[in-house]
């Protein structure tokens, strides 16, 4: 397990260079021209984005590392956590390039993804509650008149 935790670590060493380049393309663009140029807001912003991707996976690189290394079983409880953090932050920088590059798309995709959340948030509520809660159970039986050998006449003595 510690062979393939290295060979992971590799792995989200190698897909740093996406972000790495992306922050380099956002800020030394290689277009030229009239049409080319964005604003000083939409690059800090493509900056940030591009930079909380780049921390997240070299993050996750160095638990893979840490893990193939000393074989910690804290770095391995850590790291379900920080690929699911990793691929949030990368969700999240493609949602935002394509609401900037679509809109009325982005629009349509962040309501559809808040009625998805909702509905399954209202799904957990009401199958989290224990079945004793959902229906009425009546009254509890007698105690005296249950059987077991007090209280209903066969008294053992």
């Not at 290295?6 to 996406?18: E, K, N, Q, R």
């Not at 030394?28 to 984005?49: L, N, Q, R, W, Y």
Request: with cysteine.
């Amino acid at each position: 397990m510690r062979v393939l935790a290295g060979i992971g670590a590799f792995v989200f060493l190698y897909l740093a260079l996406i972000p790495a380049g992306l922050i380099y393309s956002t800020l030394d663009s290689a277009c030229a021209g009239p049409g080319c140029e964005s604003s000083t807001a939409a690059k800090v912003a493509f900056t940030a984005i591009y930079s909380l991707c780049l921390i997240a996976v070299l993050g996750t690189a160095a638990l893979f590392a840490g893990y193939a290394a000393t074989g910690s079983a804290t770095a391995a409880h850590r790291l379900p956590r920080a690929l699911a953090a990793t691929g949030g932050v990368i969700g999240a920088a493609l949602f935002v390039l394509f609401a900037v590059a679509f809109p009325l798309g982005g629009a349509v995709a962040l309501a559809l993804a808040l009625l998805g959340f909702a509905a399954v948030r209202t799904h957990r509520g009401s199958a989290s509650e224990p079945a004793a809660a959902r229906r009425s159970l009546g009254p509890l039986p007698d105690r005296e008149h249950t059987g077991n050998g007090t209280g209903n006449g066969s008294d053992p003595g």
